[in-house]
């Protein structure tokens, strides 16, 4: 759903339906300045581990976390920003238009 409202919204989205997949993407030539995430995935990584390794790896990537928990390790994961469920879909919108700063916004 939330891919959708970000397309609708103009931002150009990839979606990856898993942390390994994600990281996949990460390591091709495809340009990605934000990546979002859940902490509960499928696969053989969870979210907080995909913050943690896009942050060694790629440090400028901005990361933002979607979850309804707020385990003590998200403090760890330095995420960019934390959006706890349930939300509305304008402010995910809102927050990353603000993290990804004018150059990005579709407005």
């Not at 959708?4 to 150009?12: H, I, N, R, S």
């Amino acid at each position: 759903m939330i891919a959708d409202v970000l397309m609708t919204a103009g931002f150009q989205v990839i979606q990856a339906a898993s942390a390994d997949e994600a990281l996949k993407v990460l390591q091709s030539s495809v340009e990605v300045d934000l990546v979002m995430t859940d902490i509960r995935m499928p696969g053989s990584l969870d979210g907080l581990e995909l913050a943690r390794r896009v942050r060694a790896n790629w440090p400028s990537l901005k990361v933002v976390i979607l979850s309804s928990e707020y385990p003590d390790a998200l403090a760890n994961a330095r995420a960019d920003a934390w959006i706890c469920k349930p939300f509305r879909p304008t402010d995910v919108v809102d927050h990353i238009k603000q993290l990804l700063g004018p150059r990005n916004d579709t407005s």
